[in-house]
T-cell receptor
Framework: DARVTQTPRHKVTEMGQEVTMRCQPI?????VFWYRQTMMQGLELLAY????????DSGMPKDRFSAEMPDATLATLKIQPSEPRDSAVYFC??????????FGPGTRLTVT | AQTVTQSQPEMSVQEAETVTLSCTYD???????LFWYKQPPSRQMILVIR??????QNATENRFSVNFQKAAKSFSLKISDSQLGDAAMYFC????????????????FGKGTLLTVNP
């Protein structure tokens, strides 16, 4: 039963600390997406990779957020320094070409 | 830019009854995909159903079916024989089918409809 995995599932941190979220896409998928879900904004795209190359990170605050795919089995989203307004659920999704995107369980981030 | 609107923040249905969730979208593209995702309290986003814009036939997955009206830019989800496990937030989503240069495969989501199923 192939699925997207994300770690950690929950993260509580203090303002100013670095946060790293990890995602393992489904084996064989060549697209990876990072979405953020908040009550106010709903679900919004932060970054998108295809064949490990970043194609769209226009939704990501560049000064504090960074996204990478060091290899085909790992995608990371880093926030440094974190702020209370970054509190949200962060989802990773993967897919093959233009077919369906399959979501991971999400990382619930709380920044105090 | 594409937008997706779900005008019903909350809906409720009696167990075993049928409910329809509404979704409208705005786009200038002719080729695209539409999806319904379900998000139960566990937060997991689960794909319910997908519709290709070039297909006239409405998609069906077991108790879930859609009413796709391309000219009206409407994409509603019908849940038949509702079950307690159907209780969740439902999101309608849009995605381009022919993104230029492969740079626009992102999903654009509506705000969601919270469905309650009453026993």
């Amino acid at each position: 039963d192939a699925r997207v995995t994300q770690t950690p599932r929950h993260k509580v941190t203090e303002m100013g600390q670095e946060v790293t979220m990890r995602c393992q896409p489904i084996l064989g998928h060549n697209t990876v997406f990072w979405y953020r879900q908040t009550m106010m904004q709903g679900l919004e795209l932060l970054a998108y990779f295809r064949n490990r190359a970043p194609l769209d990170d226009s939704g990501m605050p560049k000064d504090r957020f960074s996204a990478e795919m060091p290899d085909a089995t790992l995608a990371t989203l880093k926030i440094q320094p974190s702020e209370p307004r970054d509190s949200a659920v962060y989802f990773c999704a993967s897919g093959w070409q233009n077919y369906e995107q399959y979501f991971g369980p999400g990382t619930r981030l709380t920044v105090t | 830019a594409q937008t997706v609107t779900q005008s019903q923040p909350e809906m409720s249905v009696q167990e075993a009854e049928t409910v329809t969730l509404s979704c409208t979208y705005d786009t200038s593209e002719s080729d695209y995909y539409l999806f319904w995702y379900k998000q139960p309290p566990s937060r997991q986003m689960i794909l319910v159903i997908r519709q290709e814009a070039y297909k006239q036939q409405n998609a069906t997955e077991n108790r879930f079916s859609v009413n796709f009206q391309k000219a009206a830019k409407s994409f509603s989800l019908k849940i038949s024989d509702s079950q307690l496990g159907d209780a969740a937030m439902y999101f309608c989503a849009y995605r381009s089918a022919s993104p230029s240069g492969g740079s626009n495969y992102k999903l654009t989501f509506g705000k969601g409809t919270l469905l309650t199923v009453n026993p």
